[in-house]
């Protein structure tokens, strides 16, 4: 009940931000705060509590773009409908991948190549083919209006997100304290083990891809609203995939806040090195690498776990002494 709580309590403060700020940069900062914690939550699903490490989980991301902008270009679907469709595609895509994947025993670095190549495949498909746009990509017609999902202002944008976010840390905190998350978290720890005391290892790994995956693919959905605009190399490329993984492992993967502090500190890291080093093109992701090297010597819990993963450092240093 502790975490439903705070939970609550987080949903209800963020969503009284836009109430009281005006400012657009601080509603843009917000927004895309939260967006980069949904996706930095969808991957922790698998990487975090299911020990998957996935390089590719753009896969899913562009999968729920693709699906909300064909819905509604082509099929003349209502956009809410075409966002819980893109999430149900995306899922169906993790249980693809998934049943491929732990059919053959792929796990590790396997698995996380695997991944990447689903991601690969998919985007040139996307490239090939005409419904898609192709190269070119789709574009969405400005029409403004709460049933079209095109909001007048960036409120929101980020009620809508909040609530995608919330969903994400409800899932979170029902894996922390759930039998299938203690089975999850079983098969992550030692997975012959837990086979060994009855836990279904391959379908439990596929069950928490199709969470990653439907929350990944809401993600791309809420891009493709926010920015009314996709193609390939933004729904398929590589910088989606590395943006969640990045935030879930600085964050602390496994918890149910460390992504969001995760997400929020490169946002944060991005948004500095934008503007001091704009003249130096791929300066942030310079960045996410030298945060990422710091954080795995000094913090190798993240930043969730400062006090137990410094507390680690100081014993091991008595005992050297």
Known sequence: MKDI????????????????????VVLNFLMMGLYATLLAQAWNVLGGFGGQFSFGHALFFGTGAYVQAIAQLQLDVNPWCALLLAMAVGSTVGAFVGAVSFRFGLKGSYFALITLAFAEVFRIVALSVPFTGAGVGLMLPLREATANMQFSSRSGYIWLILGLVTLALLMTAWLRHSRFGAYLQAVRDNEDAARAIGVNASSTKLWATMMSAMLMAAAGAFYFQVFQYIDPGLAFGPHTSVEALVGAIVGGMGTLWGPL?????????????????????????????????????????????????????????????
């Open 5 to 24: 709580r705070l939970i609550a309590l987080f949903t209800v403060t963020v969503a009284l931000i836009p109430v009281f700020i005006r400012s657009g």
């Open 261 to 321: 502090l995760g997400a929020l500190v490169l946002h944060v890291l991005s948004d500095l090195t934008r503007n001091l080093f704009g003249q130096l093109p791929g300066i942030s992701m310079v960045v996410y690498g030298s945060v990422l090297i710091l954080i795995m010597l000094f913090l190798p819990r993240g930043i969730s776990g400062v006090g137990s993963s410094w507390h680690t450092l100081f014993k091991n240093n008595r005992q050297g002494l």
